[in-house]
């Protein structure tokens, strides 16, 4: 089982930056995977960013060059640094870690970005 707690959203205006974080607990030393997902109003969930256990990244065309994930061990937390913000990047974000493969997810950060 893994905990997930997310904090750091709240309203920025366009440009502007914000840093997302992810604390995590629990059984951790198996997990594959974390990262970032975000979900608009009336959309769907869409991946953001993922870290895997082996420090590859992966981002969504939509944040490449914007958006930076990246996690502090000693901490058990993952960042999601977002620069240069758009009104359309306003979702509520969810932090996801993947371990024998189940998804385990925090219940989500709302960010708002004022155009």
């Known amino acids: 089982q893994v905990q997930l707690v997310e904090s750091g959203g709240g309203l920025v205006q366009a440009g502007g930056s914000l840093r997302l974080s992810c604390a995590a607990s629990?059984?951790?030393?198996?997990?594959?995977?974390m990262g970032w997902y975000r979900q608009g109003t009336g959309k769907g969930r869409e991946q953001v960013a993922t870290l895997m256990y082996d420090g590859r990244t992966n981002y969504a065309d939509s944040v490449k060059g914007r958006f930076t994930i990246s996690r502090d061990n000693a901490l058990n937390t993952v960042y999601l640094q977002m620069n240069s913000l758009k009104p359309e990047d306003t979702s509520v974000y969810y932090c996801?870690?993947?371990?024998?493969?189940?998804?385990?997810w925090g219940k989500g950060t709302l960010v708002t970005v004022s155009s």
């Open positions: 629990g059984s951790l030393f198996r997990i594959n995977a």
């Open positions: 996801m870690s993947y371990m024998d493969g189940i998804n385990y």
